[in-house]
Every structure is written in structure tokens, then in C-alpha cells.
């Protein structure tokens, strides 16, 4: 008797270890699946941000301008984005989010006040820039001063990694890298004042 109570309760522990271990792989499910929902809504922004075909103001310091710096527009041409969310080891950030966004590179630099240097290795004019943000302004919208960027004899293609953390229960933008995992100036220095 004592025997059978001994395989009843085993077998009732059993059945309770299953249930929890169910019921907690249903949890870590959900949470994963809102893991994914949260991070979708940050690659939907992107998504709507670039699909509005942007121009990003961009600016550097330049030692020939007699502001000390040049200006001009960024354009994002046949972008492409994924993205990727993996699971860390980490208590704080269980889970790191990844936008890759990759285009042509190309930028109003066949107009400006001042003529940069032209490349040996290029069959393009030299670069023109402005050299105040309001006359670049002026421009943004005229297509005939905007080119493909140019290394050598190809096109430039871009491509930047914005860096997500999940920490309590949101996505926070951590960094973002450029196609040698090397942090982005270029998205920096665009996003700082002069």
C-alpha cells in the first residue's frame, strides 16, 4: 500500500512538474512574442522614415570654408531593411535588437558656394559644398544637384546597424555601426550641431 502512495504521489509530482515547466515555457513564450511585437514597431519606424525618401543634412568641419565648414544632403537610394533580435545571457538586456539598413549613398555635392578637391582616382567633377546650412537649404529639393557617391569607378553602398538593448520591458537604442562594425560617424556628426 505504502508502494502504491509512493508511485501516486511521483506520479502527481510528475504531472505538476510538467504543468509548470509547460506553464513556464508558455511564459517565456508570450514574452518573446512581445519581444518581437515591441521590436517590429521600432522596424516599422524605420521603415516609414525611409520610405518618405529622407534627405539628411550633413556637415564637416572643412579647414578651406570660411565658415570652417561644408554642408550638403544625404539621400538614402534603394534602401533595403532587417533586422534581427537574438537572445544574451544578460539579466539587464536578455535580448539585443538589430536594424540593418543598406543603400546607395547619394548626396547633393554637384552644387555648392565652394569646390572641394578633385579625386585622381574618379572620373567625376570635384565635389561642390555650401558653406552655411541656410543656402545648402536652398537646394534640397533640386534634383540636378544630387549624384551618386563615388569610390574609384563604383557606387557607394552604404550600409549602417542601429543597436537595440531590451531592458524592462522596452526597446532602448544603444549604437549604431557601419557595414565594418565600426561606429557611424557619418550618423553621428549628422545628427550633432555645428
Known sequence: ENMGNYKSKNIIFIILCFFILLGVTNAFAQDGKNVISLFEKQVNKFEKFFSSNPKLLDHQSYGDSPTGYIFFYDKFDDYKISYDIQKTGSLLSPYMGYITVSYWETTSQKC????????????????????????????????????????????????????????????????VVDENNEPDVGYRISNSNP
Open 112 to 175: 555648392g558656394d565652394l569646390e572641394g578637391y578633385k579625386s585622381k582616382y574618379s572620373k567625376e567633377e570635384a565635389d561642390k559644398y555650401f558653406t552655411t546650412a541656410e543656402s545648402v537649404r536652398l537646394i534640397r529639393d533640386d534634383k540636378s544637384c544630387y549624384r551618386p557617391s563615388i569610390i574609384g569607378n563604383g557606387k557607394v553602398r552604404r550600409t549602417a546597424k542601429f543597436i537595440f538593448a531590451f531592458q524592462k520591458k522596452r526597446w532602448l537604442y544603444k549604437d
